[in-house]
T-cell receptor, first 111, second 114 residues
Framework: NAGVTQTPKFRVLKTGQSMTLLCAQD?????MYWYRQDPGMGLRLIHYSVGEGTTAKGEVPDGYNVSRLKKQNFLLGLESAAPSQTSVYFC??????????FGDGTRLSIL | SQKIEQNSEALNIQEGKTATLTCNYTNYSPAYLQWYRQDPGRGPVFLLLIRENEKEKRKERLKVTFDTTLKQSLFHITASQPADSATYLCALGAVSGGYNKLIFGAGTRLAVHP
Protein backbone atom coordinates (compact mmCIF):
# COMPACT_ATOMS: atom_id res chain seq x y z
CA ASN A 1 0.00 0.00 0.00
CA ALA A 2 1.91 3.04 -1.27
CA GLY A 3 -0.41 5.78 0.06
CA VAL A 4 0.71 9.13 -1.37
CA THR A 5 3.69 9.13 -3.72
CA GLN A 6 5.50 12.27 -4.84
CA THR A 7 7.96 12.55 -7.70
CA PRO A 8 10.64 13.73 -7.97
CA LYS A 9 12.09 13.72 -4.45
CA PHE A 10 14.73 16.36 -5.20
CA ARG A 11 15.17 18.90 -7.94
CA VAL A 12 17.39 21.90 -8.64
CA LEU A 13 16.15 24.49 -11.13
CA LYS A 14 17.47 27.70 -12.54
CA THR A 15 15.41 30.87 -12.28
CA GLY A 16 12.89 31.02 -15.11
CA GLN A 17 12.76 27.28 -15.76
CA SER A 18 9.52 25.36 -15.53
CA MET A 19 8.70 22.02 -14.01
CA THR A 20 5.86 19.81 -12.85
CA LEU A 21 5.61 17.97 -9.57
CA LEU A 22 3.54 14.80 -9.60
CA CYS A 23 1.42 13.43 -6.76
CA ALA A 24 -0.33 10.07 -6.91
CA GLN A 25 -2.59 8.48 -4.29
CA ASP A 26 -4.00 4.97 -4.22
CA UNK A 27 -6.62 5.42 -1.47
CA UNK A 28 -9.43 6.64 -3.74
CA UNK A 29 -9.59 9.92 -1.82
CA UNK A 30 -11.71 12.73 -3.21
CA UNK A 31 -9.61 15.59 -1.89
CA MET A 32 -6.02 16.39 -2.72
CA TYR A 33 -3.81 19.24 -1.61
CA TRP A 34 -0.47 20.87 -2.34
CA TYR A 35 1.43 22.57 0.51
CA ARG A 36 4.78 24.21 0.86
CA GLN A 37 6.83 24.04 4.05
CA ASP A 38 9.45 26.66 4.85
CA PRO A 39 11.70 26.88 7.93
CA GLY A 40 9.93 28.33 10.94
CA MET A 41 6.57 28.36 9.21
CA GLY A 42 3.65 26.01 9.17
CA LEU A 43 2.57 24.14 6.09
CA ARG A 44 0.88 26.60 3.74
CA LEU A 45 -1.78 25.51 1.28
CA ILE A 46 -1.02 26.34 -2.34
CA HIS A 47 -3.93 24.73 -4.22
CA TYR A 48 -6.41 21.99 -3.54
CA SER A 49 -8.95 19.82 -5.34
CA VAL A 50 -12.28 18.49 -4.10
CA GLY A 51 -12.62 15.99 -6.91
CA GLU A 52 -11.52 14.93 -10.38
CA GLY A 53 -11.51 17.87 -12.77
CA THR A 54 -11.74 20.50 -10.01
CA THR A 55 -9.10 22.80 -8.54
CA ALA A 56 -9.15 25.81 -6.21
CA LYS A 57 -6.72 28.34 -4.82
CA GLY A 58 -5.32 28.05 -1.34
CA GLU A 59 -3.41 30.51 0.79
CA VAL A 60 -0.35 31.03 -1.45
CA PRO A 61 -1.32 30.21 -5.07
CA ASP A 62 0.67 32.84 -6.97
CA GLY A 63 3.28 31.41 -9.34
CA TYR A 64 1.75 27.91 -9.33
CA ASN A 65 -0.81 26.06 -11.40
CA VAL A 66 -2.44 22.68 -10.81
CA SER A 67 -4.42 20.07 -12.67
CA ARG A 68 -6.41 17.03 -11.64
CA LEU A 69 -7.33 15.16 -14.79
CA LYS A 70 -7.51 11.82 -12.99
CA LYS A 71 -8.82 11.21 -9.49
CA GLN A 72 -5.60 9.62 -8.30
CA ASN A 73 -3.22 12.29 -9.64
CA PHE A 74 -2.66 15.93 -8.73
CA LEU A 75 -0.02 17.90 -10.62
CA LEU A 76 1.67 21.10 -9.43
CA GLY A 77 3.32 23.27 -12.04
CA LEU A 78 5.81 26.09 -11.81
CA GLU A 79 5.74 28.02 -15.09
CA SER A 80 8.69 30.32 -14.39
CA ALA A 81 10.56 29.33 -11.25
CA ALA A 82 11.75 32.04 -8.84
CA PRO A 83 14.19 31.75 -5.90
CA SER A 84 11.28 32.49 -3.53
CA GLN A 85 9.78 29.16 -4.57
CA THR A 86 12.68 27.25 -3.02
CA SER A 87 10.90 25.06 -0.51
CA VAL A 88 9.78 21.58 0.41
CA TYR A 89 6.49 20.71 -1.29
CA PHE A 90 4.08 18.23 0.21
CA CYS A 91 1.07 16.63 -1.37
CA UNK A 92 -1.77 15.23 0.73
CA UNK A 93 -5.07 13.49 0.20
CA UNK A 94 -8.14 12.85 2.31
CA UNK A 95 -11.81 12.09 2.40
CA UNK A 96 -14.33 14.62 3.71
CA UNK A 97 -13.63 15.59 7.31
CA UNK A 98 -10.97 12.92 7.63
CA UNK A 99 -7.27 13.34 8.44
CA UNK A 100 -4.92 14.07 5.60
CA UNK A 101 -2.35 11.58 4.33
CA PHE A 102 0.91 13.13 3.22
CA GLY A 103 3.64 12.14 0.81
CA ASP A 104 7.30 12.47 1.78
CA GLY A 105 7.82 15.71 -0.08
CA THR A 106 9.77 17.17 -2.98
CA ARG A 107 12.78 19.28 -2.07
CA LEU A 108 13.06 22.02 -4.68
CA SER A 109 15.90 24.52 -4.97
CA ILE A 110 15.73 27.44 -7.38
CA LEU A 111 19.08 29.03 -8.16
CA SER B 1 -5.68 37.35 10.94
CA GLN B 2 -5.81 33.73 12.01
CA LYS B 3 -2.76 32.70 13.96
CA ILE B 4 -1.60 29.42 15.44
CA GLU B 5 1.41 29.25 17.74
CA GLN B 6 3.55 26.38 18.90
CA ASN B 7 6.73 26.61 20.96
CA SER B 8 9.51 27.31 18.50
CA GLU B 9 12.18 26.10 20.89
CA ALA B 10 12.89 22.40 21.08
CA LEU B 11 11.59 20.50 24.07
CA ASN B 12 14.21 18.27 25.67
CA ILE B 13 13.09 15.67 28.19
CA GLN B 14 14.36 12.54 29.85
CA GLU B 15 13.17 9.12 28.78
CA GLY B 16 10.21 7.97 30.87
CA LYS B 17 8.94 11.48 31.61
CA THR B 18 5.79 13.03 30.21
CA ALA B 19 6.22 15.45 27.31
CA THR B 20 3.69 18.26 27.04
CA LEU B 21 3.43 20.34 23.89
CA THR B 22 1.28 23.46 23.56
CA CYS B 23 -0.76 24.82 20.68
CA ASN B 24 -2.38 28.25 21.02
CA TYR B 25 -4.53 29.99 18.45
CA THR B 26 -6.24 33.34 17.88
CA ASN B 27 -8.96 34.73 15.62
CA TYR B 28 -10.27 31.31 14.75
CA SER B 29 -13.07 29.00 15.81
CA PRO B 30 -12.00 25.54 14.69
CA ALA B 31 -14.46 22.71 14.44
CA TYR B 32 -11.67 20.30 15.27
CA LEU B 33 -7.96 20.13 15.91
CA GLN B 34 -5.44 17.57 14.72
CA TRP B 35 -1.95 16.61 15.79
CA TYR B 36 0.63 15.25 13.37
CA ARG B 37 4.11 13.85 13.79
CA GLN B 38 6.86 14.70 11.31
CA ASP B 39 10.23 12.98 11.15
CA PRO B 40 13.20 14.57 9.33
CA GLY B 41 12.87 14.19 5.58
CA ARG B 42 9.37 12.73 5.83
CA GLY B 43 5.83 13.97 5.48
CA PRO B 44 3.54 14.58 8.47
CA VAL B 45 1.73 11.56 9.87
CA PHE B 46 -1.66 11.92 11.55
CA LEU B 47 -1.84 11.07 15.26
CA LEU B 48 -5.04 12.33 16.86
CA LEU B 49 -8.13 14.39 16.12
CA ILE B 50 -10.24 16.14 18.76
CA ARG B 51 -13.49 17.95 18.03
CA GLU B 52 -14.66 21.23 19.54
CA ASN B 53 -17.20 19.49 21.78
CA GLU B 54 -14.60 17.09 23.20
CA LYS B 55 -12.39 18.00 26.14
CA GLU B 56 -9.93 15.14 25.95
CA LYS B 57 -8.89 12.30 23.64
CA ARG B 58 -6.52 9.43 24.32
CA LYS B 59 -4.68 6.91 22.18
CA GLU B 60 -2.23 4.58 23.87
CA ARG B 61 0.46 6.87 25.41
CA LEU B 62 -0.93 9.98 23.74
CA LYS B 63 -3.44 12.42 25.20
CA VAL B 64 -4.84 15.60 23.69
CA THR B 65 -6.91 18.26 25.39
CA PHE B 66 -8.86 21.03 23.70
CA ASP B 67 -9.98 24.17 25.55
CA THR B 68 -12.00 26.41 23.23
CA THR B 69 -12.29 29.08 25.93
CA LEU B 70 -8.52 29.38 26.36
CA LYS B 71 -8.05 28.67 22.63
CA GLN B 72 -5.45 26.09 23.47
CA SER B 73 -4.66 22.44 22.93
CA LEU B 74 -2.17 20.41 24.94
CA PHE B 75 -0.54 17.27 23.58
CA HIS B 76 0.91 14.82 26.08
CA ILE B 77 3.16 11.82 25.54
CA THR B 78 3.46 9.73 28.68
CA ALA B 79 6.38 7.39 29.42
CA SER B 80 8.30 9.04 26.58
CA GLN B 81 10.86 7.09 24.59
CA PRO B 82 13.77 8.17 22.35
CA ALA B 83 11.67 6.92 19.42
CA ASP B 84 9.16 9.68 20.21
CA SER B 85 11.76 12.27 19.14
CA ALA B 86 10.28 14.18 16.20
CA THR B 87 8.54 17.43 15.32
CA TYR B 88 4.89 17.61 16.30
CA LEU B 89 2.49 19.77 14.31
CA CYS B 90 -0.80 21.17 15.47
CA ALA B 91 -3.47 21.87 12.84
CA LEU B 92 -6.79 23.66 13.24
CA GLY B 93 -9.59 22.46 11.05
CA ALA B 94 -12.99 23.42 9.77
CA VAL B 95 -15.14 22.48 6.83
CA SER B 96 -14.90 25.36 4.38
CA GLY B 97 -16.06 25.39 0.78
CA GLY B 98 -16.69 21.68 0.88
CA TYR B 99 -13.33 20.52 2.13
CA ASN B 100 -11.60 20.17 5.49
CA LYS B 101 -9.42 23.27 5.58
CA LEU B 102 -6.42 22.93 7.86
CA ILE B 103 -4.20 25.66 9.25
CA PHE B 104 -0.88 24.30 10.50
CA GLY B 105 1.40 25.54 13.21
CA ALA B 106 5.16 25.58 12.61
CA GLY B 107 5.64 22.64 14.96
CA THR B 108 7.62 21.88 18.10
CA ARG B 109 10.64 19.62 18.01
CA LEU B 110 10.75 17.06 20.79
CA ALA B 111 13.99 15.34 21.80
CA VAL B 112 13.76 12.47 24.28
CA HIS B 113 17.11 11.59 25.82
CA PRO B 114 17.99 8.13 27.22
Amino acid sequence: NAGVTQTPKFRVLKTGQSMTLLCAQDMNHEYMYWYRQDPGMGLRLIHYSVGEGTTAKGEVPDGYNVSRLKKQNFLLGLESAAPSQTSVYFCASSDTGRPQHFGDGTRLSIL
Amino acid sequence: SQKIEQNSEALNIQEGKTATLTCNYTNYSPAYLQWYRQDPGRGPVFLLLIRENEKEKRKERLKVTFDTTLKQSLFHITASQPADSATYLCALGAVSGGYNKLIFGAGTRLAVHP
